[in-house]
């Protein structure tokens, strides 16, 4: 009688969660339980903003901070055009002081002024950006896509791996565009290839040690170390949406501010 | 005074151009700081900046000026707050002036008109309550 009567409600209860996949599976909850916590908003230390949008020092403290600003390890060949590209002064000058920049390609992204937020799943980690870019690095085991279904993006296509409590990424397919704002000469092509070893060196910290390759431009793998902090009194992503009230066109080749 | 309660100060700072997240800050004379007391029109809480619009008395009647700052994540992170300040107020701020001389600037700093702070920082203190992250 018992069973008869429970049997449709024991039925649903035991079917519900699998169809519907409400609830995790153990090895699901064994493999984010092993991942480590990277929870928080995180900003890299070459930007500590002020309430005015820009660093304590300006300009030149920035010269000292961003890395990927630095001329690139070139060959022969790329280093004739760098420095080609280098002697028209104007040129850069006028792209520097009027340049805008809403979002960031990689590798610019990470060493950009935007906070950001660390997503860990068992599946893929997710790079949150403020500026709403994401990147998505997945850790299931996949490749990237093959020769036929990959084609040049400013973020690039990422996997991933789980080395302890560094998260090993590999990037490529990266849009051939300049490195970095500032850095107008500096490009790569499209077969660079990046790895980034990602960890938590102190709760306040972030690491991101990246070698990024390229047969074509590098004479040799460039190396650099970037620096996350994990960022006070902010906890939860603030909407950056930066055509809201953009008063900041440029009329005749300089910034101007227009009335509200 | 020459310019009413505009009080022009070249500061020798040490600085080169200054650098914005969203844009290039060649459009701000960052060799020059220029204090204005006056009264806000309206505080703009937008991305990807706030301004604060500011009536400060000049040679023919009040003149409005465009204050340029951080985003509001970047505000937030030093204190401030949407409604840090109300349409009237007085207040006294200082800024990197427009190179071209246009009636606006880069915000450097800010007090109300009585001299207090308007926002207190967060110090790196409040990093793990603020977090929610139990490290």
């Not at chain 1, 928080?40 to 920035?62: D, Y």
């Not at chain 1, 590209?85 to 009027?98: F, I």
């Not at chain 1, 020769?147 to 409590?165: A, K, M, N, Y």
């Amino acid at each position: 009688m018992f069973s008869r009567r429970f049997a449709p409600i024991l039925f649903l209860t035991v079917l519900v969660p699998s169809v519907h996949g409400a609830s995790n599976s153990a090895a699901r909850v064994r493999a984010f339980a092993s991942l480590p916590d990277w929870s928080g908003v995180w900003l890299s230390a070459a930007w500590p903003l002020e309430v005015s949008g820009r660093v304590p020092g300006g300009e030149a403290q920035l010269k000292e901070m961003l890395q990927l600003i630095r001329p690139p390890p070139y060959n022969a060949t790329w280093q004739a055009r760098y420095d080609e590209a280098m002697k028209d002064t104007a040129a850069l000058a006028a792209r520097s002081a009027t340049f805008k920049a809403c979002t960031r390609s990689f590798p610019a992204l990470m060493e950009g002024p935007w906070v950001f937020q660390v997503v860990v799943l068992p599946e893929e980690t997710l790079l949150v950006f403020e500026s709403n870019q994401v990147r998505h690095v997945y850790t299931d085991g996949r490749a990237h896509p093959p020769d036929d279904e990959i084609w040049p993006t400013r973020l690039g296509d990422s996997v991933g791996r789980w080395e302890g409590d560094t998260l090993i990424i590999d990037t490529i397919a990266r849009k051939q565009e300049p490195v970095a704002p500032r850095a107008w000469a500096s490009t790569l092509s499209e077969r660079a290839h990046f790895t980034e070893r990602l960890r938590m060196i102190d709760p306040s910290q972030l690491e991101d040690r990246l070698t990024i390759e390229d047969p074509i431009a590098l004479a040799h793998p460039w190396h650099i170390t970037l620096t996350f902090k994990r960022v006070a009194g902010v906890n939860r992503a603030i909407e950056y949406d930066c055509a809201e009230n953009d008063r900041n066109p440029v009329v005749d080749g300089k910034l101007v501010i227009t009335p509200p | 005074m020459t310019t009413p309660k505009a009080l022009l100060g070249v500061a020798a700072l040490l600085v080169a151009l200054q650098a914005t997240a969203h844009h290039s800050g060649a459009m701000f004379d960052d060799r020059k700081s220029l204090t204005l007391i006056g009264t806000v029109k309206t505080f703009q809480w937008t991305n990807p900046h706030c301004w604060i619009q500011v009536l400060a008395p000049g040679p023919q009647g009040p003149v409005e000026w465009s204050v340029e700052m951080g985003s509001p994540s970047q505000l937030i992170r030093g204190g401030w707050k949407p409604r840090s300040l109300k349409v009237g107020e007085s207040i006294r701020i200082t800024i990197h002036p427009m190179r071209d001389g246009s009636n606006g600037g880069l915000y450097m700093s800010a007090t109300r008109a009585d001299g207090t702070p308007i926002a207190v920082p967060v110090t790196n203190g409040s990093v793990a309550a603020a977090s929610g992250n139990p490290q």
